[in-house]
């Protein structure tokens, strides 16, 4: 991302440049319900508009186990890791790919 830092926000969320911001970098994920892997972004949506992103860090395993995925979380003012469960599958609406690690195997 190479000094890449964004302030110029507002306490209203520009979902339009948060999407664009994200494209700029990542491509979005076809059927990603399906493909999501560590280190693709995630869009979550609340109060009908996409605004909070995440970074998964574990994908499905054998074990059953839920992926995990890293955010910012408002109520502990901390960036913490949690599964990404029912509640949070619920708000998940697009998922997007670094077009760094794109086409690799």
Do not use: K
């Not at 994908?59 to 599964?83: I, K, Y």
């Not at 077009?99 to 690799?104: I, V």
């Amino acid at each position: 991302l190479g000094g890449y830092d964004f302030t110029a926000y507002g306490r209203v969320i520009d979902t339009a440049h948060m999407r664009r911001e994200i494209e700029r970098f990542c491509a979005p994920i076809e059927e990603w319900q399906a493909t999501l892997q560590p280190a693709d972004i995630l869009l979550f949506e609340f109060r009908r508009s996409p605004q909070h992103v995440g970074i998964l860090t574990t994908a499905d395993d054998e074990s059953g186990q839920s992926p995990r995925f890293v955010h910012a979380c408002l109520s502990t003012r901390r960036v913490v890791e949690v599964r990404l469960d029912s509640s949070w599958r619920g708000h998940l609406v697009d998922a997007f790919r670094w077009r760094l690690f794109m086409n690799q195997t």
